[in-house]
């Protein structure tokens, strides 16, 4: 006799399935992007069937959207936050900063992602999850120190771009730049709180007025 299973343990393993397969897939389009992966290779790594995946995402465009959308998710989130729109601008832009260096060092596929999302679809899906809103409220921070005489005078997104280059090019370029200290794990906790600390002091006090 063949046990139903309850709609919460319905929910659950639906869940559960679901998270896997993105773990899968983000794997998966770190190494090829969007054009690269195989839906092939992220059923394999996951065990379930090609029509699983699209069952629950639709399509590939779908599951790549999805995978963006949990990738950005913290830092989306993190960019609505009204309380940015008030207080010491000096203080809320190292604030803004500092979050978005600890969850940048979690997630070790993202910079590849991004890099595939630019070469390959120019943007686009980069546009769709809404990560220019992240752009968006460190640009605000930023006007309201030029105005408040915090900062020195810049173009507020080209600032932006050039702050979030400066913290996300360690991740970046790890494989690279692990060369420079051949001795250590530069994803550490340690070695990630020195990048932090200098990728900080070089941004403020170039900002400072």
């Known amino acids: 006799m063949k046990v139903k299973l309850k709609p919460a343990t319905q929910s659950r393993d639906a869940e559960a399935t679901r998270a896997k397969i993105l773990d899968a897939a983000e794997e998966e389009f770190a190494q090829g992007g969007l054009s690269g992966a195989r839906t092939e290779a992220i059923a394999q790594r996951t065990g379930v069937t090609k029509a699983m995946i699209y069952y629950y995402f639709d399509s590939k465009e779908g599951l790549y959207e999805a995978v963006l959308e949990r990738c950005f ?15 010491d601008p000096a203080s ?3 604030s803004f900063i500092r979050q978005f260096l600890a969850r940048a060092a979690h997630n070790p596929n993202l910079p590849a992602i ?3 999302e630019a070469m390959q679809n120019e943007g686009k899906y980069y546009k769709q999850v809404g990560v220019i809103t992240f752009y968006e409220t460190m640009a605000k921070i930023l006007e309201r120190g030029m105005s408040a005489g915090v900062f020195r005078q810049v173009d507020a997104y080209h600032a932006a771009v050039t ?4 913290c996300v090019f ?13 001795d250590r794990d530069i994803m550490s906790p340690e070695m990630v709180q020195a990048h932090m600390d200098e990728a900080l002091k070089l941004i403020m006090r170039g900002l400072m007025a």
């Open 170 to 182: 360690y991740f970046c370029s790890r494989q690279n730049v692990k060369h420079l200290w051949a």
């Open 92 to 94: 809320k832009l190292e």
């Open 73 to 87: 998710r913290g830092h989306i989130e993190a960019a609505i936050d009204p309380s940015w729109e008030e207080g």
């Open 163 to 166: 702050i979030v280059g400066a």
């Open 114 to 116: 991004v890099a595939y």
